[in-house]
């Protein structure tokens, strides 16, 4: 028999309907404020996607003007040989044969782009043109006039206001009557490196330089932070030493990435004189830079592997090197992909120690290994946002869609891989 | 054991078998007290109630077997709870033997009330009965104490009493003999007698055989020295 | 005529840092016996029971003295591996727990580590015999590739028995092994129990003392972190020597 209750305190439960409301209530309250955040955030997305998109989707067509060609067989036989630079303008002129100063000459040739010889030499090369005679070819039109095109230049502004002389609009529109300006796909875009001309700037050399850099990254960081968590979780004695790293190892996660800059630069470059703005200097300090993420992220997954696993592992008489690898670290593999997939995101995105180890160089050439010299997504949107021409504008923004779009591919691959590994228990 | 079980109502259970073991052995002490004033004084109307009374001492001994059963059943007792448990069975039916032997000496007495006043009413031999089961009164009340106090030292000095009963069941034996042999007449009473006091003798054996399980009780083994049989009355020969 | 013991432990005490959780123990477990140890929650039952493979040797501040041997080996001594004592003293757990592998691997991996099997053919064998010892061949003989996570918790359990036969150990070491389990999947083990005998020692830790009296031969009794006492089952639980089993069993304490 338990003892009564104080009559002082012997009151039940409290159900009174205005003590339910106001519960109610406040749950209410809460949920309405978070899908305010949560809608304040989408549109916020929304509104940064839409911009980015807007900005940067007329990047993808380039404008192309058709031009005859008029080539003679023996240059057709020899092609590297061919003055293709004189062709080019000799059949230019053909199509204007009022045309006859210098300086009108100029401003004609200043319709196309600068190196549309190479670009009819290419044609001829790649359709194995057998003979001579008259062929259309369409080249690329010079950045103003891609611009004038895409409806960014103002007709109606005066002259001396316009990068575009009248005379230079009048055979625009004449060119234009005759059906021989169109917008094509800007395959270039996807196939060129940098360049000074809008026209003929590309990112693949970027993008490469990216692929090549993370991938130093990965194969420093992953192997060794994951290393490194493991030995820390499971091998290190726990004492003032263990102690001291952990409380350091956390500090590094937050230490500001031009530190790790500075870093790379005075170590990796002067002292074991690594090819500056090569993709294996720069992955080896992303690499340092992500190793803090990775251990913390590894050693929590490594934390949340029950138990009884390893009792179980250890009780068959296993070692604990086996029970390791044969038990813990298979299941606590999605936890550490996850942190991987974080330190690579992360890595992908900075620019700041990549500056200080001077990958910011203007680079024409897409990469070819490891020790060429290269640049970042990044740092080539850094580029082309600071460059004066109208062109870089939109593909500064089609660089950027391209960036996102990576991490997002990158982001998929890593969960896939991690829906691959996970296990229940 | 002074300390309590954690569940209390096992104790309970324990306290209320106890409490009817005792009830019991009241019952039976009272009976045979009964039964020998009855036949010491002739009176057929108390034989009679004895006879009846008998009826809750058997019942008593059904609530008794019924209890065990359950926590049996319910407590899965072990050690000296289960000892004590067993015990209770063992004596309820020894303390249900000996009030059937109340029973009996009654159902003599009213059998003698055929046979009129004889001579022998309120001499010798009845006097020795009276005393032989004053002793075993005694020591069934030392036996309900031993069990109740679980004190296993009372218990063997309760066996050892049941040597003079037997010695006293050896005498009579031979003086009834000798009665019926002096006088054919004597027989009837005489063989009643016998039996009154082979019952009396039995009792004392019933209540050593409960002393002996209250040892067991109290040390898990019975006691090492065996019983001292003084009745040689089945080899008495006259 | 006394048997060798097959292990026995002499004046074995635990503390973990510092702070004494078991004293002077002494103990011998014969070949095929299959002893209880019971006690009310921490006397340090299950402390002792990890000494026996050398579990406690994980758990940082954890500090074992005195002497365990097995078969004449001290296992505690510094020439001996933990690992080669594990492998010939198994272990099962409070709670089931296999690993998240197929049942196949489950019971194979510890052969495997061990090099114990040349051939698939003879890995096969093992995990049938395995199953088929702990009472499981049946009920998975067709389901070998699926998790071992997927089975019910008497099921789990006995694979985990299974697997801890599989490396042939010659002591099994289980604590409270059924505790997680309804009755009729203890009732199984149980059973089972009774034909591994037959083949290993058992040293099983148990809270309730119907199962001690149902399975083990011997029992011994903790308190407080030292043994009280230690005989046959029938006597424990008939005539105890100490006053303190006896208060445990009949329910006075604990």
Known sequence: MINPMPKSIDRGPNLSAERFVKRYRSEKCFKYLGLFAIGIALSMLIVLTSSIIFKGHSAFWQTHIAIDVQITSEDVASISNANFRGITRTSIRSEFPEVKSRRDKKQLYKLFSNGISFEIKEYFFKNKIQSGGIYRVWVKASADIDMLRKGFINRDLEETNRRISDKQLKWYDQLDQEGRIEKKFNVTFF?????REPEQAGILGALVGSILTLFITLILSFPIGVGAAIYL??????????????????NLAAVPSIVFGLLGLAVLLNWFGMPRSAPIAGGAVLALMTLPTIIISSRSALKAVPPSIREAALGMGASRLQTM???????????????????????????APLLMMGMVAFIVDVPGNLTDAATVLPVQIFLWADAPERAFVERTSAAIMVLLLFLVTMNLVAILLRKHFERRW | MDNEHIVTAFDDDLNNLQNKIVEMGGLVEKQLLDSIDALLKFDLAAAKEVVLHDNHIDNLELEIDEAIVRLLALRSPVAADLRSIISCTKISCNLERIGDYSKN???RTLALSDTGNLPLMGSGPLKTVSKMAEIVQSMIKNVLDAYIEKDATKADDVRAKDEDVDHIHSGLYRELLTYMLEDPKNITLCTHLLFVSKNVERMGDHVTSIAEHVHFMVHGKIPEESRIKRDNSSSAYV | MTAKPKMSAKNVGVSYNGKVALSEVSIDFLEHDVISLIGPS??????????????????????VSGEIQLDNYNIYSSEIDPVEVRARVGMVFQKPNPFPKSIYDNICYGPRIHGMANSRDELDEIVEWSLTSAGLWEEVKDRLNEPGT???????????IARSIAIHPEVILMDEPCSALDPIATAKIEELLGQLRSKFTIIIVTHSMQQAARISNRTAF????ELIEEGKTDDIFTVPKDERTQSYITGRIG
């Open chain 1, 191 to 195: 196939t060129a490196a940098d360049s």
């Open chain 1, 233 to 250: 979780e499971e091998f290190a004695k726990k004492n003032y030493w263990s102690d001291l790293i952990e409380v350091n190892i956390n």
């Open chain 1, 325 to 351: 690898l044969h038990h813990v670290v298979p299941l606590a593999m999605p936890g550490m992909l996850t942190g991987a997939i974080i330190g690579m995101a992360q890595a992908l995105g900075e620019t």
């Open chain 2, 105 to 107: 000496i009654s159902k």
């Open chain 3, 42 to 63: 921490g006397c340090g039952k299950s402390t002792f029971l990890r000494c026996l493979n050398r579990m406690n040797d994980t758990i940082d501040g954890c500090v």
């Open chain 3, 150 to 160: 997927g089975l019910s918790g008497g099921q789990q359990q006995r694979l985990c």
């Open chain 3, 222 to 225: 903790f308190h407080l972190g």
